[in-house]
């Protein structure tokens, strides 16, 4: 029987306790919701969880696009309100894109997405 592998830093901990690496990416696809609809999380299988805070003075609805119009949405309210997911409470809606309407001039956000690290075949790290 083998020693287990030391972990060395809190990614070796958390790879071994989700069993995948992954990587955190901060605001992909926009900084400032601007007034009308548009993406905020694009379509992503690797994406296991995301958290968006709104730093704005304006109220921003998110919502998932599976759902197909912005019939029912998450409001994170003005001056730091928080949406946040993860696969092991949401399944798979968590990956979806989703799409956020602001109300009023842009309203600066910080979106936080944790993905699976893709290896490209060859590589060693």
Known sequence: MTAPEPAHTIR???NKRFGVPFYPAF???LVNVPLGLTRILRQDPSRIAF?????GANDVALYPLAQGAPIRSFVPAANG????GSWEEDGE?????WAALGAATPTPVLVLETLIQKYLEGSTS
């Open 12 to 14: 070796d901990l958390l």
């Open 27 to 29: 605001n992909r696809e």
């Open 51 to 55: 958290i968006m805070v709104n730093d």
């Open 81 to 84: 309100g928080v949406v946040s």
């Open 93 to 97: 809606l968590i990956s979806t894109e």
